[in-house]
């Protein structure tokens, strides 16, 4: 079964990274890391879902003898792209996604602030040139989404696509 980290920090935009989670498929083993600043919980049954504390750096995502798969941090905070930039690993996010550098698996981060200042810019260059992937949630209209649902499923999709997870979410070019 692959091991897929969901991660959410900053608090605008959680709901993307909280819906991707809830469309990951059965066969997947979903494990989920909220930040202190997300003060979002999920409270939802959930198959194969596993919830970390974000201040557990001995969480088992922590270590690359785990074996994760991929991790998606979805929003990302301009804050937590840049301890990963910079090597700071001082809660469980940070941590997992240094094991994900150092292991050479996929890391896609989804920075949610809109300008981006020349710092983050360079930030995202500096991890894009060590393999992370940068994937706002950025629109197309190819797919001709008419509902937020819509839209929201577009961004989903293209992150799964990234992952690797076989999906419907928006309708593909043609």
């Not at 999920?42 to 879902?49: H, S």
């Not at 969480?59 to 700071?88: E, H, Q, R, W, Y």
């Amino acid at each position: 079964m692959r091991k897929i980290i969901i991660a959410v920090s900053g608090a605008s935009g959680v709901n993307l990274g909280i819906k991707a989670l809830e469309l990951l498929p059965d066969n997947v083993e979903k494990h989920f890391i909220a930040s202190q600043h997300s003060q979002v919980v999920l409270k939802k049954e959930m198959n194969n879902l596993i919830e970390h504390q974000n201040s557990d750096i001995s969480a088992s995502v922590a270590s690359g003898s785990f074996g994760a798969d991929a991790m998606l941090i979805a929003p990302c905070s301009m804050n937590t792209l840049a301890k990963i930039a910079c090597g700071i690993s001082d809660n469980l996010i940070t941590r997992a996604a240094a094991v994900m550098l150092k292991e050479q698996k996929r890391l896609i981060l989804a920075p949610r602030e809109m300008p981006f200042s020349a710092i983050a810019l360079e930030n995202m260059q500096k991890l894009a040139s060590l393999g992370v992937v940068i994937a706002p949630p950025v629109m197309a209209y190819y797919s001709k989404q008419q509902t937020l649902d819509d839209m929201e499923n577009f961004i989903i999709g293209k992150w799964f696509d990234l992952l690797g997870v076989e999906n419907n979410l928006y309708r593909r070019w043609e």
